[in-house]
């Protein structure tokens, strides 16, 4: 199942990111993607070597927002950078060809522009209204993923504002895949929120 949790310890509700991370997993989680933005390089270091080892033992990948380096050093499966993070070709000249990496797009020229790139999937964010990032460009909506559907090659995993109630409809619209934070994240059971995710994508592709 396509189902990424993008972490933001921020959104546990105290609960520690190894016990969500766990959850997550066991509900069908198929990849997780380190996020977390107020630490410094050795806690976010320290933190991915810890999440690094728990996945490993499931099985499932884990990729590092923006930071080539912090992949590297703690042996990730790769990365996922944004449009103003290191550009795609000097991140996979470091990272090699056997590393995952994931790129957000914003509009469907810049997803165009994706199809130079051999990257692994393309983020496409914001799809609805979040408050867990600021300073978001405007949302794609529905029709933006239709549209980007129509001019990419790639995998296309949509992001922001992602929940079971609007999961169905994302992946109608042209999405092979969901990337959530606080829907898994903020959860009361986040096996079970993972579990609810997976099923909507399962149906909406059964019906496609
Ligand atoms: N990138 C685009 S939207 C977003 C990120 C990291 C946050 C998505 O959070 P949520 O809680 O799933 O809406
Ligand atoms: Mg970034």
Do not use: W
């Amino acid at each position: 199942m396509n189902l990424h949790l993008v972490t933001d310890r921020s959104l546990t509700l105290g609960r520690p990111l190894l016990d969500i991370i766990r959850a997550a997993v066991a509900g069908g989680t198929s990849l997780v993607q380190l996020r977390e933005k107020d630490c410094s390089t050795r806690e976010f270091v320290e933190l991915g070597q810890a999440v690094a080892s728990l996945l490993q033992g499931y099985k499932i990948p884990l990729i590092i927002n923006d930071r080539v380096d912090v992949a590297l050093a703690i042996g990730a499966q790769g990365v996922h950078i944004g449009q103003s993070d290191m550009p795609y070709p000097q991140a996979r000249a470091i990272l090699g060809s056997q590393a995952i990496i994931g790129l957000s797009v914003e509009t469907p020229e810049q997803a165009l522009a994706a199809n130079l790139f051999d990257v692994d999937y393309l983020g496409l964010s914001p799809v609805f209204a979040t408050t867990t990032k600021m300073d978001l460009p405007p949302q794609l909506g529905l029709q933006g993923v239709q549209e980007i559907r129509a001019v990419s090659r790639h995998q296309l995993i949509a992001i922001g504002g992602i929940n079971s109630d609007n999961a169905e409809n994302v992946i109608t619209a042209g999405a092979h895949g969901l990337a959530v934070v606080s829907a898994i994240c903020a959860a009361s059971d986040p096996k079970n929120a993972a579990m609810e995710l997976c099923k909507k994508i399962a149906v909406a592709k059964a019906k496609a």
